[in-house]
């Protein structure tokens, strides 16, 4: 066994791989994206990108049903999704383990909301387990699927940004190949109709009060003694935080947070005097604990909102009086160190999409967007969306628009991307034919899951595990679905993408713009920079509009980054002067 350094991402692909999980499926997001990515890099397992998290969800039951072991990654948001087959999951359990990890991004680095995945766990009523580093979420992997297994019922892993992209050693084993579990035709287990379903309710609250049992001595609850006079009940990455700021107190680290050991946790604070309990998010073990009767502080001291980190909690522990303030002195001064430059979020240079936000907002439309970076076309100066919601909401916001305010509704676009219209897009489309209604719908097609790091979905023409695969044919697919107006145009083209606005608009009945072209990121072209005549340029800034990070005036004249700037000509077809001049060698990122 060798060691090696791993982030909590690659560390649950390996311990998927070591303790013989056979199918993997999931849709990616920040950040669980890198857990199937390195799962696909194993032999001998099959792994997939699912449209979305329920689909993968209902692939990885499916899987567990024919008695494999099964994986399925989602963000915490897709929680929300997978939430239909999930419920219903824990009644009918597993026959092969079965393990859903859920990547909570605590101060949404990269996410829409904060949510806790532990509240989903006691709705569903399923066990979840939540690693503090790399090696115990390659550890929990193998735990999961043998409480999975052990109880007949899913199991979640709850991992948290700092734990995902974190690195720290773990120990590297062998695979071992578990045999399929043999299956059994059992109607009154596997078909949820009423009479069946009433049966596995009360069969599921057997199943869960044998975990509580279970929880009492699960080795994932690990008491570290400290002086006792202050002790803290923990878990996750917050049990890290604690141990550095606290190496004097006693701790009850909870690796299984649900459902929690009652008994273990009344004992353990009798025996201090003072009881903290430390957690990100919401006070999810904090309100068991009161409920329980027992005296503790959290959220009176440690916030509710945002992610840890030491120095917060050190500033948190100073304030309740437990660290005095002299310990401040033991960290660093960083006062002399000079601010970190800011760098709003913007679109990426050549991005081939910025041209359309740019119109959108020149055409004065209302626009309801969508998940993925084309958010950012919302933030000035493009400002060219007016919300954001979840994936796959633009469409049927537009609708709805339209459906009330139908003079409104004749100027709204909803804006969507090619991955987020197979995510969730396609039923939201479906419902404006059905329905009659007349909404414009802008298709942004960069051939790829941009956002997370370049995905493959099913209109890519290619799988998680490399092999080509049929391509959906996007036109053909929205015709499909009843749509009368369809057109593709080049987003480059800023001409050729307003007629096709003004005429998606005009037409009687829903329209479909689909605007392609690929990400500029997949073609890795060399910088082609536009030229800018300074004797024409007037400093007028329109340029500026576009929000393009390789362009800035100095002096009132025109620069552009020769090493950022691919040549795109969208600036050379705003400017008013011809002060901008068209790349002159090589594709225009054609």
Not at 116 to 123: V, W
Not at 344 to 351: D, I, K, S
Not at 397 to 402: L, V
């Amino acid at each position: 066994m060798t060691r090696k350094m791993m982030t909590g991402n690659e560390a649950i692909a390996r311990g998927a791989y070591e303790y013989g999980v056979r199918l993997g499926a999931g849709y990616p997001g920040t950040p669980s994206t890198e857990i199937l990515e390195n799962f696909a890099r194993y032999p001998g397992i099959y792994a997939e990108w699912a449209p979305n998290e329920k689909v993968a969800l209902e692939v990885a039951i499916g899987a567990a049903m024919a008695g494999a072991r099964a994986l399925v990654t989602m963000k915490h948001v897709g929680v929300n999704v997978a939430a239909d087959p999930l419920l219903t999951l824990a009644y009918t359990g597993v026959n092969g383990g079965l393990v859903l990890v859920a990547a909570d991004d605590p101060g949404m680095h990269s996410s829409q909301n904060e949510q806790d995945t532990r509240h989903y766990a006691r709705l569903a009523k399923v066990p979840v387990l939540e690693p503090s580093d790399s090696q115990e979420a390659k550890d929990m992997v193998g735990l999961a699927l043998e409480i999975s297994e052990r109880f007949d019922i899913p199991v979640i892993l709850r991992t948290t940004t700092r734990v995902a992209h974190s690195q720290s050693f773990v120990q590297v084993g062998q695979r071992q190949e578990v045999p399929l579990r043999p299956y059994q035709k059992d109607v009154q287990k596997w078909l949820m109709v009423p009479a069946f379903g009433r049966l596995r309710r009360q069969a599921l609250e057997q199943r869960l009060s044998a975990l509580r049992e279970y929880a009492e001595s699960a080795p994932v609850n690990k008491i570290f003694p400290g002086e006792g006079k202050i002790g803290v009940i923990t878990s996750g990455i917050s049990f890290q935080y604690v141990r550095e700021l606290l190496p004097g107190a006693s701790i009850l680290k909870l690796g299984l947070t649900y459902p929690l050991p009652e008994q273990l946790i009344k004992k353990f604070a009798a025996g201090v005097d003072r009881l903290l309990v430390v957690e990100e998010q919401e006070p999810f073990l904090e309100d068991h604990l009161k409920q329980w009767g027992i005296p503790c502080a959290g959220k009176a001291i440690f916030p509710a909102m945002g992610e840890f980190s030491t120095a917060l909690l050190r500033r948190c522990l100073q304030q309740a009086g437990i660290l005095p303030a002299a310990a401040a002195e033991g960290a660093p001064d960083l006062s002399d160190m000079p601010a970190a430059p800011v760098r709003p979020p913007v679109l990426c240079a050549g991005c081939p999409h910025r041209g359309v936000f740019y119109l959108l907002n020149k055409m004065k439309l209302l626009v309801t967007g969508d998940i993925g970076c084309y958010t950012l076309g919302g933030l000035p100066p493009l400002s060219g969306i007016d919300s954001c919601v979840c994936m796959g909401a633009s469409i049927g916001m537009a609708h709805g628009i339209g459906q009330v305010a139908p003079e409104l509704g004749r100027r709204t676009v909803a804006v969507i991307g090619d991955s987020t219209f197979m995510h969730s897009g396609l039923t939201g489309l479906l419902n404006v034919v059905y329905n009659r209604g007349s909404s414009v719908v802008l298709i942004l097609d960069n051939s790829t899951t941009a956002m997370t790091g370049h995905q493959d979905h099913p209109a890519t023409g290619r799988t998680l595990l490399g092999q080509e695969a049929p391509a959906v044919d996007m036109v053909a697919l929205v015709r499909a679905l009843g749509v009368p107006h369809v057109v593709t145009v080049d987003p480059l083209d800023l001409k050729a993408m307003q007629q096709a606005l003004e005429e998606a608009l005009a037409a009687d009945g829903p329209a479909v713009i689909i605007a392609r072209r690929p990400c500029v990121l997949l073609r890795k072209l060399p910088p082609n920079p536009v030229a800018v005549d300074e004797d024409k340029c007037t400093g007028c800034k329109t340029c500026l509009k576009l929000s393009c990070p390789a362009l800035s005036v100095v002096d009132k004249k025109c620069r552009v980054d020769s090493i950022a700037c691919v040549g795109c000509n969208l600036c050379v077809q705003v400017c008013k002067f011809a002060a901008l001049q068209a790349a002159q060698r090589g594709e225009t990122n054609a």
